[in-house]
């Protein structure tokens, strides 16, 4: 498996390239764009834009394995209001559209969520329907739509994900594995095995389960998760790509958080 390092671990304002170099100086073998409506690679971005972003990853020697987007929040896929999701499936298409460019084949995916105002089933019926309209341009991009598991009131089993998956019946729809985000309500190992081959891409995060909130999240062999147990289902189900870590500089130091997230990557990869 490759080391990596998502792009919100750098300061909001610094240029991709320049975070590129630094992840590449640093030893990351993996950088995972992050695109969104600000910021340093913005939606409106252009494909000359996004193909220096490419040509610098290649001469450097880096991978870029996919993009992530936060936009799947502000835009959800699962809305009741048929304009927001109009607006969600277009911002869908345009990413779908820039990881092409990057070269990328696997576009993080947040499928909307449950609210008081968003009932469960409401929201299935409607993030299947938009996967349904999503697959054509992914299909024809050759792009991944892989479907993150976030603490969205969705989704909220890997059975239930297995099955979404296999219900949009495209291969161009799998999982986004983030280990963190299970802690609070799963085991990963077991997700692992059970999404099996679906799963197209990893975060890599670390979580307290005492905590019960966000604070949870601390530097990766410092929460609960088994990680031997976690690298041994990730080798049963064939999976060999990145594992990217994705947090937060530290306050006062970009660069030694960036050797913290390395170092104990290294130390999984190992397990």
Known sequence: MKTGINQWAFPEGMPATEAITLAKTIGFESFEVCIGDEGPVRL?????????????????GIELPSVASSLGWKFPLSSPDAPTR????????????????????T????PGGVSPEIRYDIALEHALASMQDLIPT??????????ENVWNK???????????????QSECVGAYFDIGNIILYGFPEQWIRILGNRIRMVH????????????????????????PEVM????????????LAEYGPYEHSLETMLKHALTSLQTIVAL
């Open 44 to 60: 409106d971005a252009t494909e000359n834009d996004l193909n220096t972003i490419r040509r610098l990853a290649d001469k450097a």
């Open 86 to 105: 109009q607006k969600a499936i277009e911002t869908f298409q345009r990413l779908l559209q820039m990881a092409q460019w990057l070269g990328v084949d």
């Open 107 to 110: 576009l993080l995916t947040v």
């Open 138 to 147: 992914a299909e024809k991009l050759r792009v991944c739509l892989a479907i």
């Open 154 to 168: 969705f989704l909220l089993s890997p059975v239930e994900m297995r099955d979404f998956i296999d219900q949009c």
């Open 204 to 227: 890599a995060k670390d979580f307290r389960a005492a905590a019960g909130n966000e604070t949870g999240f601390v530097m990766l062999l410092e929460g609960d998760v088994n990680w």
């Open 232 to 243: 041994a289902a990730f080798r049963e189900v064939g999976y060999d790509k990145a594992l």
